[in-house]
């Protein structure tokens, strides 16, 4: 099929498929299942093994509950989401829904399979969506071109499980906070029903790791957060090998095929476009990746999840997987500690010390740098005199600026007392955290 | 076969540039360009063929051949997400052609529908790299005898239910470079301090170093006398998935084929036996693969082979790119344990 002509004529011809593809459809009107179809699911769930919970009846019951019932909600359509959306749909889950507020960039072409060089500029979660449904006969995958924070309690409430492939800290502890504030507690006792596993994953280059949240009872990412490295808060390059020093982009250029027939103007252009890759890379923050590593943790995540999905069937084994194929290859999976008093799952009351001549930017820097909190941008308000006093809030401009003289008043001058409730919100978490203040 | 002088020819244009950027900061533009002008031979188009072939092409090798002359059965589409459903009675590597191919028009991919045994030795030697999945012991012991030879890497792959494996024979002695963190040398002063005396690793500054590797025959890594006493005492740290490996091959060679859902009755059975028979002959304890194993090795499970795909799909790019320390000679994946290991497994 292909020869070595011409890239061009290449790119047409494969065109001219995708067009006859997606008018083809790949529905057929049979999207019956054949015989055997799920065979290799079946045989999973239809048989004990020695890792069987001993509550789990084998049957061909959880067949049927997997394929019509079990919601899904994949965030992220990237790099693992891509894979993700893929194992999902071949292990036969069928109600998937998939939220990504990204559209679809070239750079993202050479991992994240679903998306095409004519989807660039598109929703991925719109391009991703259509593509597994076209592919997969009975799939019914459902897009969401938004912000997870987008959608309240009663949009997460309904799904079984929830997968995460995103690429940040903030947008995964607001994925966490979320899950825990839809936990039911009846006189002090959680509701198992009401826990919806947190499937998480995240890759960077060759390295990636995979955990199991089950939100008010294994560690959530809060309690371990300190797990991270620092995040530095001023554009570092991420790229751990090259190119990083200035040669290495000279040479890069060098490479670069440029029309012999350009006029000198146009080479004087190109030492831009060596600052241009480097630069790229810092102002951006660009983290390298490659599609194997996406594909490794993905499989993971999905076996976590299948056995997940049937706590039933499979005593849950270790819930943090750690994936490094930098050097040699490094798989460890261990069991993460819940922290006693995670601020996002202990429901202990978090406290504040300070004497009362501190200042409230002293408080400002607290929530911001101490390593269990890691706030981004919080606004502090309390109550006073029945009202409710917004004391610092920089995320809107004019009350930043109404706000600001505050931070340099002492928490005597600010009128708070020993004993006093602090409203904190923040973009790492959906619920407003309540902090008790002491004064020392 | 690749070497240094090709590296001058191929260019790297501004459209692979743009859609390869996120791997180049991670493997570097010569990498790249190694990749660009290797060709890769995969046998084999189930489940784990279709994840490697998916990595390598968006990896961007020059060109891939599918070799497989097997039909698409219902079983086919399901395990595979190249295959379109209603391809039934088509070649397998027919019918994956068109979406590997869409995955990245920069690759020439092509399809071969001919049985691998068919092959003449000359007709795997025009390529850069071969990877087997699927084939029979025998088949893939003469492969990899008749390229190594000839300095063709070879990788060997399967995945049978829960549990995976890769082999590479990248050859006697294979080239590759490693990034490592420069060693500044220690301080001259005597009052420094006892640490100013170590060298210290620095940070920011890296340098290449040449590095080979060399690798035994898979005849050589399937052959192990373990009845010998030096055998015996490195069986404990010997991963049992080996074991199970030999097995599974066997029961491939002598039924034409891997176990099937649809005969589990008679395949189980079947497999506790040889289990019996191999471990016997070997002199070992029938416990190293405990019955329960019939349960998790049949069929393919998709992220069993995404997860071993992926890394074969990078070891073939390593070895290609000749960048980063190649893994020896095993990587066995369990996919109820999620546990993968690497090990080095020779009868030398």
Partial sequence: MADGGEPEKKRRRVEELAEKMAVDGGHGENTRDWDGRWNHVRKFLERSGPFTHPDFEPSTESLQFLLETCKILVIGAGGLGCELLKNLALSGFRQIHVIDMDTIDVSNLNRQFLFRPKDVGQPKADVAAEFINRRIPGCNVVPYFKKIQDFDESFYRQFHIIVCGLDSIIARRWMNGMLMSLLIYEDGVLDPSSIIPLIDGGTEGFKGNARVVLPGMTACIDCTLELYPPQINFPMCTIASMPRLPEHCIEYVRVLQWPKEKPFGAHLSKPYSICLFFLSGVVKRIIPAVASTNAVIAGMLQEKQFSASFSSAYVPLNNYLVFNDVDGLYTYTFEADRKENCMACSQVPQDLKFASSAKLQDILRYLTENASLQMKSPAITATMDGKNKTLYLQTIASIEERTRPNLCKTLKELGLTDGQELAVADVTTPQTMLFKLHFI | ?348
């Avoid at chain 2, 063709?152 to 549990?163: A, L, S």
């Avoid at chain 2, 005969?263 to 289990?275: E, G, H, K, M, V």
Wanted: glycine content about 6%; hydrophobic content about 40%; proline content about 5%.
């Fill in chain 2, 1 to 348: 076969m690749l070497d240094m002088v090709e590296k001058e020819d191929t260019v790297i244009s501004e459209e692979e540039a743009a859609q390869y950027d996120r791997q180049i900061r991670l493997w570097g533009l010569d990498a790249q360009k190694r990749l660009r002008g290797s060709r890769v031979l995969l046998v084999g188009l189930r489940g784990l063929g279709a994840e490697v072939a998916k990595n390598l092409i968006l990896a961007g090798v020059k060109g891939l051949t599918l070799l497989d002359h097997e039909e698409v059965t219902e079983e086919s589409c399901r395990a595979q997400f190249l295959i379109p459903v209603g391809s039934k009675g088509q070649n397998r590597a027919q019918a994956s052609l068109e979406r590997a191919q869409y995955l990245n028009p920069m690759v020439e991919v092509k399809a071969d529908t001919e049985p691998a045994d068919s092959k003449s030795d000359e007709f795997f030697l025009q390529f850069d790299a071969v990877c087997l999945t699927g084939c029979p012991r025998d088949l893939m012991i003469h492969i990899d005898q008749v390229c190594s030879q000839k300095n063709v890497k070879v990788f060997c792959g399967d995945v049978f239910g829960y549990h995976g494996y890769m082999f590479s024979n990248l050859g006697p002695e294979h080239h590759y470079v490693e990034e490592k963190l420069k060693v500044v040398k220690p301080s001259e002063d005597a009052n420094d301090g006892p640490d100013a005396k170590k060298p210290k690793l620095d940070p920011n500054e890296t340098t290449m170093v040449k590095k080979t590797a060399s690798f035994c025959s898979l005849k050589e890594a399937l052959e192990i006398d373990w009845t010998s006493e030096k055998a015996k005492v490195g069986l404990k740290r010997t991963p049992a998935d080996y074991f199970l490996l030999q097995v599974l091959l066997k029961f491939r060679t002598d039924k034409g084929r891997d176990p099937q859902p649809s005969s589990f009755a008679d395949d189980a059975p079947l497999l506790q036996q040889i289990r019996d028979d191999v471990l016997e002959a070997q002199g070992l304890s029938s416990e190293l693969i405990p019955d329960h194993f019939v349960s998790y090795c049949f069929s393919e499970m998709a992220p069993v082979c995404a997860v071993v795909g992926g890394v074969l799909g990078q070891e073939i790019v390593k070895a290609l790119s000749q960048r980063d320390a190649p893994h020896r000679n095993f990587f066995f994946f369990d996919g109820l344990k999620g546990s993968g290991v690497v090990d080095y497994l020779s009868a030398k």
